[in-house]
Nanobody, 133 residues
Framework: EVQLVESGGASVQAGGSLRLSCAASGFTFDDYAIGWFRQAPGKEREGVSCMFDGDGSTSYADSVKGRFTISSDNAKNTVYLQMNSLKPEDTAVYYC??????????????????????????WGKGTLVTVSE
């Protein structure tokens, strides 16, 4: 069974840092594109960051560029999202999602793209990040 499990969410003060983890089971991240998404209360889900495992290309939403970093440890089958200089507007439930690079390409995506959520096939249940003033 394919599963993605996020962890690392917490309540922090503005300016603080957190590292989210996304652990996969039932498949390996080889040849997958992995994305982090978030959804704040009353708002639509938005893409935060994306990584293509094949060439290691990454992409970021403008709102997090320079503050967030996506990375992976294939030996641990885990993808991370390092979040620095957190702001109250970063408060949201954060989800990781995955799709094979082959399927992503068939759906019009290329390495370096910020893959939309509707292209992703697998989703975790999310982890809550709360940033206070």
């Amino acid at each position: 069974e394919v599963q993605l499990v996020e962890s690392g969410g917490a309540s922090v003060q503005a300016g603080g840092s957190l590292r989210l983890s996304c652990a996969a089971s039932g498949f390996t991240f080889d040849d997958y594109a992995i994305g982090w998404f978030r959804q704040a209360p009353g708002k639509e889900r938005e893409g935060v960051s994306c990584m293509f495992d094949g060439d290691g290309s990454t992409s970021y939403a403008d709102s997090v560029k320079g503050r967030f970093t996506i990375s992976s440890d294939n030996a641990k089958n885990t993808v991370y999202l390092q979040m620095n200089s957190l702001k109250p507007e970063d408060t949201a439930v954060y989800y990781c999602a995955a799709v094979t690079e082959l399927v992503a390409a068939r759906r019009g995506q290329a390495p370096g793209d910020m893959i939309p959520g509707d292209v992703m096939d697998y989703w975790g249940k999310g982890t809550l990040v709360t940033v206070s003033e």
